[in-house]
Every structure is written in structure tokens, then in C-alpha cells.
């Protein structure tokens, strides 16, 4: 299982622990969502989630951090059919903790009934 770094604010998207190598991706991209922790010598040392996104335009901003990181630490951790649905169009399923069989044009047939 993947451990998010402590400094991530609640909720589905996080970075995971000891992942960063301080790309900037995250912070050039979303500075709003992303921000970093810093060592004792003043130098970004991990980034971290500051801010969960909210608005359409944050989420497409979160997406494009996902798939133009240098590694896959950003990670979703939800299950909303949607973004599920995003990142695997995104090529980015692996970053889903929970995978998510959701019905879409390409399958062959409908999600179970609950």
C-alpha cells in the first residue's frame, strides 16, 4: 500500500512518502494545490498536496501534474467514477489506490447492479 506524506492535506489526491525528487512539476504547474516541505538548510526537500482541488480548473491542473511528473508520487486515493475514468484515459490508472470497473462505451457489459 502507498503511505502519503504526512505534510498532505486531507483528502482523495496525496503524494506519496519519500517519492519526491523535487521536479518542481507539481509546484511550476499548481502552485496553488502543491507546495513544499523544506530541509534545515532552506532547500525544498518534498512536495506535498496543500490544497485539494475544487473548481474544474484545479482538477484539469492536477491532472496535467500527474502526467508530466517526473515519477507517479502523486497519487488518487478516491473513488469517484469520473476522475477514475480521467486518469485512464490520462494513461494514469496506476495512480488510482482503489480500481474503480466503471462502465463506459468501451465495455462489454454494464457495471453490477448494487
Known amino acids: 500500500m502507498f503511505e ?3 505534510e498532505n492535506v486531507h483528502g482523495d489526491f ?4 519519500d517519492c519526491c525528487l523535487c521536479c518542481h512539476v507539481p ?4 502552485p496553488d494545490l502543491f507546495r513544499y516541505s523544506y530541509d534545515s538548510e532552506g532547500c525544498p526537500s518534498h512536495c506535498f498536496v496543500s490544497q ?5 480548473d484545479e482538477l484539469e491542473r492536477m491532472f496535467d501534474v500527474i ?5 507517479r508520487c502523486v497519487r488518487y486515493g478516491g473513488s469517484d467514477f469520473g476522475i477514475v475514468d480521467r486518469l485512464t484515459e490520462l494513461g494514469q ?9 466503471s462502465f463506459n462505451e468501451n465495455d462489454e457489459s454494464p457495471p453490477p447492479k448494487t
Open 27 to 30: 509546484v511550476t504547474l499548481a
Open 93 to 101: 490508472k496506476a495512480i488510482c489506490d482503489v480500481v474503480i470497473n
Open 52 to 56: 485539494q482541488p475544487v473548481s474544474k
Open 67 to 71: 502526467t508530466c511528473a517526473d515519477l
Open 4 to 6: 502519503p506524506y504526512a
Open 14 to 17: 496525496y503524494v506519496e512518502k
